[in-house]
């Protein structure tokens, strides 16, 4: 293709077409976008882009993503200490935080196992789980991993390894969604909501 | 639910059709036409109403209308409406230009291929399942999974979790890591998929033989049906396959495949008068049992209240019977009140469905509804 900007715009196109959900359609509105609003836009997002690389990292305790370490969750005196719910990626703590259901504390594995894609329990935040978990502190880890093939083998392997660590292993609960319509609901669910029924 | 019943087919650039369409009234479809006319290639245009690659199991890519000199099939659709209380449904699946992904249509919206079995249900008989007792166990299989998935469609997701958990297992018994632990975890997923997917193929088994066995009367072979192994749903199939598979690791490894598991089942079909395995009889028989196993099925499926009626795709079936059974199979059909497509050459071998079916003349991609 022709290139009709400078490189300064290609570079800034090319690299907005590596985020997750855009392409290069998108990634050239986003840049038109940017360039155009250079006060309200451009300059602030070249801040925040600067100051998240310049402070944002890893929480050396559970892997969360925070601007100090250990992470606000790690921190937090009034959080649970005896509870630890194991996700696979920001994202899934994200969504455990915004229902405000939960007040321990988190690991972030960072993946889920997968030969098939060369993710063995030694590229994943395991090892330091297992220490956690064996630290007298904490009673409980609950998994809330999803409900794929991947994530149920992790599930299972997290179990075992967590086997002789003192603590109880739980795992989130499957089946019908709150507020959802049992002839909605796919096959495979409802199976495993009738499995998993309970007094009521 | 309300019999589906198809009451208008068009095609677009679909194999060797530049542009068709047929209405229907819910009667059996006889195509009749010379070799090559394009009577299987309106029957897999139906077969795509279903989620999967069709009945000739091709791509997406590959049914195209293509001419001469070009290097690739065009973008093509079949689209179809379906009857539905309160007004036919707009189905339709195809490729748009420029595209590989087959998409689905309902009422002009883009949706999953998942939800044409909501709507459409489908049995085929095809002439390369005349082979279906000669050749290795992964037709059979199919064949099998066809049956469980058909009554039970979770049944598609439990085969799809242990395949990937036995690939997985695979991978890391030749490539490593040596992790027992993670093995374990593997192994365990697989029993559970495993264990469910030989508790479907055997509930599938057993239901189609109360079919098959309620039928005795008609003048098809009796088949007896069970499979081969030791995968059913007995209770303790998970825990068993499980250490199975444990106990298997160096042996697995070594082969460089699982050697144990419901991945290797074999359908096995016995006919019951003459007691011989259906390999070991005549041509004719063994069409005959197979039409037979199809035919109960669509029976059994015709009952089920929570899904479509069955919609049977017979190619070139009537050439190959008896006019007993030729005869046997129309009353069949026309009793089951199921929408049938039909395939020969002449239309003479359908003088049997005469004023309960509909001609239709297939000449070089074009179709003409004879009286019938």
Same mark, same amino acid.
């Given at each position: 293709m022709a290139s009709f900007a400078s490189p300064e715009i290609e570079r800034l196109i090319a690299l907005l077409a590596k985020l997750p959900g855009m392409g290069p359609r998108s990634a050239r509105r986003a840049a038109l976008a940017l360039l155009k609003k250079r006060d309200q836009l451009l300059t602030p997002l070249a801040d925040a882009l600067t100051d998240a690389a310049a402070k944002v990292r890893a929480c050396s305790v559970c892997g969360a993503l925070d601007a100090q370490d250990p992470c606000a969750v790690c921190s937090d005196r009034s959080r649970d200490r005896a509870l630890i719910c194991v996700v696979e990626e920001v994202g899934a703590l994200w969504a455990m935080e915004r229902a405000g259901a939960y007040r321990g504390r988190y690991q972030v594995l960072g993946g889920l196992l997968s030969a098939l894609d060369g993710v063995?329990?030694?590229?994943?935040?395991?090892?330091?789980?297992?220490?956690?978990?064996?630290d007298g502190e904490v009673q409980e880890v609950i998994l809330a991993l999803p409900a794929t093939v991947d994530g149920q083998t992790t599930a299972h392997y997290l179990a075992e390894r967590l086997?002789?660590?003192?603590?109880?292993?739980?795992?989130?609960?499957?089946?019908?969604?709150?507020?959802?319509?049992?002839?909605?609901?796919?096959?495979?669910?409802?199976?495993?909501?009738l499995r998993a029924r309970r007094p009521a | 639910m309300a019999p589906a019943v198809l009451t208008r087919l068009t095609l677009t650039d679909f194999r060797s059709y530049e542009g068709a369409s047929l209405d229907l009234d819910g009667r059996p479809v006889f195509l009749f036409g010379d070799n090559g006319a394009g009577k299987t290639n309106l029957l897999e245009a139906v077969s795509f109403l279903a989620p999967g690659k069709g009945l000739r199991g091709a791509g997406a890519g590959e049914v195209g209308r293509r001419m001469p000199g070009e290097a690739k099939g065009r973008a093509w659709s079949v689209a179809a409406l379906v009857a539905a209380e309160g007004g036919d449904l707009r189905l339709g699946t195809g490729v748009e230009p420029d595209a590989a992904r087959r998409i689905v249509r309902l009422e002009g919206e883009t949706v999953q291929a998942g939800r044409l079995s909501e709507m459409?249900?489908?049995?085929?008989?095809?002439?390369?399942?005349?082979?279906?007792?000669?050749?290795?166990?992964?037709?059979?299989?199919?064949?099998?999974?066809?049956?469980?998935?058909?009554? #039970?469609?979770?049944?598609a997701a439990a085969a799809a979790a242990y395949e990937r958990a036995m690939r997985e297992r695979m991978k890391?018994?030749?490539?490593?890591?040596?992790?027992p632990l993670w093995l374990a975890a593997l192994e365990s997923r697989a029993a559970a998929a495993g264990a469910a997917v030989a508790s479907a193929r055997i509930r599938a088994v057993r239901a189609l033989q109360v079919e098959i066995d309620g039928r005795a009367d008609r003048p098809f072979p009796l088949a007896s049906v069970s499979?081969?192994?030791?995968?059913?749903?007995a209770p303790d199939t998970e825990a068993r396959l499980a250490s199975t598979l444990a106990a298997a690791r160096g042996r697995d490894a070594a082969a460089g495949r699982a050697l144990s598991g419901p991945h290797r089942t074999d359908l096995v079909v016995i006919h019951r008068e003459k007691d011989r395995p259906a390999a070991e009889c005549s041509t004719g028989e063994q069409k005959a049992l197979v039409l037979n196993l199809?035919?109960?099925?669509?029976? /059994?499926?015709? /009952?089920?209240?929570?899904?479509?009626?069955?919609?049977?795709?017979?190619? #070139?079936?009537?050439?190959?019977?008896?006019? #007993?059974?030729?005869?046997?199979?129309?009353? #069949?059909?026309?009793?089951?009140?199921?929408?049938?497509?039909?395939t020969g050459v002449e239309a003479a071998l359908f003088d049997g469905l005469k004023g309960r079916g509909s001609g239709v003349r297939v000449d070089r991609g074009a179709l003409r509804t004879v009286e019938d």
């Open positions: 063995g329990p030694d590229n994943l935040r395991i090892g330091e789980l297992v220490a956690r978990a064996r086997a002789d660590a003192g603590v109880s292993v739980t795992s989130l609960a499957r089946g019908v969604p709150v507020g959802g319509e049992l002839d909605w609901l796919d096959d495979g669910t409802i199976a495993q909501a | 459409v249900r489908l049995i085929w008989l095809t002439p390369a399942q005349d082979r279906l007792f000669l050749e290795g166990g992964t037709e059979r299989r199919r064949f099998l999974d066809r049956l469980a998935f058909a009554a #039970e469609p979770p049944h890391l018994l030749t490539d490593g890591p040596d992790d499979l081969s192994g030791d995968w059913d749903d199809v035919l109960a099925q669509a029976a /059994r499926l015709s /009952r089920a209240e929570s899904a479509p009626n069955p919609i049977l795709l017979l190619d #070139e079936v009537a050439a190959h019977l008896d006019p #007993e059974r030729r005869a046997a199979l129309f009353d #069949e059909i026309a009793a089951l009140k199921l929408q049938a497509f039909l």
